[in-house]
Structure formats: C-alpha cells, structure tokens
C-alpha cells in the first residue's frame, strides 16, 4: 500500500535532540493515528486525529507531541526522547464516520534514542 | 475492555502447503470488525482481509480466508497454497464501535521451500 508515505525511515537521534516525523496520506481519508512498536509488544495506539481534530490521547508522555495541519498530514515532534522510546512509530489513515474504517499503514519510522 | 490474543509466536509451513494462524478476542459489543495485517521484513502493514462481526459468510481474499466464530470469539486465518512471500509476522486486529483498533502479539510465519 503505498497510499501512505512516512519520512524518514530511519532516525537516530540523542536525548537532547528535537526531531519530527512526518506522515502523508493520499487515500481522501479524514482519520489518522500514531502507533509505537516495540520489540515483542503489540502494536500501541498513540494518538487519533478525525477531522484534524485530536480526539484520542493514550497516556502518551509529553516529550511526543501530534501535530495535524490538514487531512493529509500528520507529524509527530520528539523532544528530550529516552533510550526506552525507541521502536518503530507507525502512522495510518483511515476514512472516519464509516462502518469498517479500515486502517491503511504507512512503511514506519525506525527510531533508535542514544 | 477488548482483548486480542494470538497464541502461536510462530509457525511454520512447506511451500505449497495450508496453515491455520489463531486468534481469539474478549468483547461485549455485538457489532464491530476483525483484520488481519501482515507485516513482512520491510515493516509495512498490510491489510490481508476483514471480516464484519453482523456477517456470518466467512470473508475470503484469494489464497486467505477466515474462520470466524462468532460466540466462541475466535477468528483463525487460512493460508492455502503458501508461497515464500506469505513469510511475514500476521497480527489480528479487533475495530471497535468507537474505532479504535486493538491488535493482537502477532505470529512470525515461516515458509520453507
């Protein structure tokens, strides 16, 4: 599916630094969602966003902070990350209001904090 | 709250041959959906298929179909005639009424040629 892009793909960064991810879609959805994945977990629901609205929060840390200009865009800014946040961060579309709401996900972001 | 549970961390199959792949869910709503994704090596998620819970015809995707039971709240994914691009981590996927998608702790599925 490349109906979702994800730049960049690969990440490392210090504890100090400020990064951003960001996640496009061209699929006319009005949904979008960050997940995390860790090594042996399941994937984690970061943040939801219908109608460029935040409309979920799932006890994220502060140091990640959502941002979505449009349908289109969702960013994720990183600032003052642990060694613990790395993983693979995940951005999907979805068309809100409908029965199914199939999610389409985008390649991932893999991030590695030093 | 919602659950999905996938009890197999890895199978395996022969090229060419079926596998079953498990997954079980704890719900109380009547009315939501279930996917599988696949995520092969290069990380992408892949929808494989989805099945609406209202729905008792078993969802069918070429090679992939399901077997959804709806009151033993299992829903088990078939891959017949596996090819060595099936080889991937396969995770279940429950929608809830609010939207929110819960996944399940994924099984690596190996194909050997």
């Known amino acids: 599916e490349t109906g979702v892009t994800q730049t960049p793909r690969h990440l490392v960064m210090g504890m100090t630094n400020k990064k951003s991810l960001k996640c496009e879609q061209h699929?006319?959805?009005?949904?979008m969602y960050w997940y995390k994945q860790s090594a042996k977990k399941p994937l984690e629901l970061m943040f939801v966003y219908s109608l460029e609205e935040r409309v979920e929060n799932n006890s994220v840390p502060s140091r990640f902070s959502p941002e979505c200009p449009n349908s289109s865009h969702l960013f994720l800014h990183l600032h003052t990350l642990q060694p613990e946040d790395s993983a693979l961060y995940l951005c999907?579309?979805?068309?809100?209001?409908?029965?199914?709401?199939?999610?389409?996900f985008g390649p991932g972001t893999r991030l590695l904090v030093l | 709250a919602q659950t999905v549970t996938q009890s197999q961390p890895e199978m395996s199959v022969q090229e060419a041959e079926t596998v079953t792949l498990s997954c079980t869910y704890d719900?109380?709503?009547?009315?939501?959906?279930l996917f599988w994704y696949k995520q092969p090596p290069s990380r992408q998620m892949i929808l494989v298929i989805r099945?609406?819970?209202?729905?008792?015809q078993n969802a069918t995707e070429n090679r992939f179909s399901v077997n959804f039971q709806k009151a033993a709240k299992s829903f088990s994914l078939k891959i017949s005639d596996s090819q060595l691009g099936d080889a991937a981590m396969y995770f279940c996927?429950?929608?809830?009424?609010?939207?929110?998608?819960?996944f399940g702790q994924g099984t690596t599925l190996q194909v050997k040629p």
């Open positions: 999907a579309s979805s068309r809100s209001g409908t029965t199914s709401g199939t999610q389409y």
């Open positions: 996927a429950y929608r809830s009424s609010t939207g929110k998608l819960i």
């Open positions: 699929l006319g959805h009005n949904a």
């Open positions: 099945q609406e819970a209202y729905k008792q």
């Open positions: 719900t109380s709503e009547s009315d939501y959906y």
